[in-house]
């Protein structure tokens, strides 16, 4: 089965770093892969995919996300953080065959500081 | 454009009573799913539908039911609410399985 791993509960940059949050996946084959942002008190918004081809993808927002299969990763990244940014953060997999669902990390949050 | 949208917000329940959480979807999307979100353990999925009439357990079914009689409202059910089924729930939608899903604003329920 899939699982994904966030190994980072809580990060704090400062306004205008820059900004890497992990993504670890286990998965068989090579799966589709999303990250979603949360702000308090709101559901979950897309903010990028990986299905197949360049392995760079970019998103909304600013921010970019860089498939790496050789060591199961799906990293986003953000060159500048702005005080906007300041949210939960998640990654998720899918299988392109077997299950017909999504498996969640348990969420980065970020914290951005003037 | 409303997306998806959950009723009610907020709701508190006693232990054993029963209520049912409303998720409708104005995309005329063929999935649907509702998941959990507690501290600590991202979300996971409860149940989920793949098209009108059709309903497939998640990773925590126990204790909700579900139905999908119209395309676009996916209900969640629970006939006996129990303290551990204090969380926040979301809905979501999706055209099909891989495309990416657009999720509701939650609903917080508190069971006493």
């Known amino acids: 089965a899939q699982s994904v791993t966030q190994p980072d509960i809580h990060i704090t940059v400062s306004e205008g770093a820059s900004l890497e949050l992990r993504c670890n996946y286990s998965y068989g084959a090579t799966p589709y892969l999303f ?10 918004q897309l903010l990028l995919k990986y299905f197949s081809g360049d392995t760079l993808v970019q998103g909304i927002k600013g921010f970019e996300a860089e498939f790496k299969r050789s060591q199961s990763s799906f990293n986003l990244r953000k060159p500048s953080v702005q005080w906007s940014d300041a949210a939960e953060y998640f990654c998720a997999v899918g299988a392109w065959t077997g299950a017909n669902n999504l498996f969640f990390g348990t969420g980065t949050r970020l914290t951005v500081i003037p | 454009n409303a997306g998806v949208t959950q009723t009610p917000k907020f709701r508190v329940l006693k232990t054993g009573q029963s209520m049912t959480l409303l998720c409708a979807q104005d995309m005329n999307h063929e999935y649907m799913y509702w998941y959990r979100q507690d501290p600590g353990m991202g979300l996971r999925l409860i149940h989920y539908s793949v098209g009108e009439g059709t309903t497939a357990k998640g990773e925590v079914p126990d204790g909700y039911n579900v139905s999908r009689l119209k395309k676009q409202n996916f209900l969640l059910g629970l006939e006996s609410a129990a303290p551990s089924q204090t ?7 999706s055209e099909g399985k891989y495309q990416p899903q657009h999720f509701g604003d939650g609903t917080r329920l508190s069971i006493l």
């Open chain 1, 35 to 44: 990250w979603y942002v949360q702000s308090p008190g709101q559901g979950l």
């Open chain 2, 87 to 93: 969380s926040v729930y979301f809905c979501a939608s």
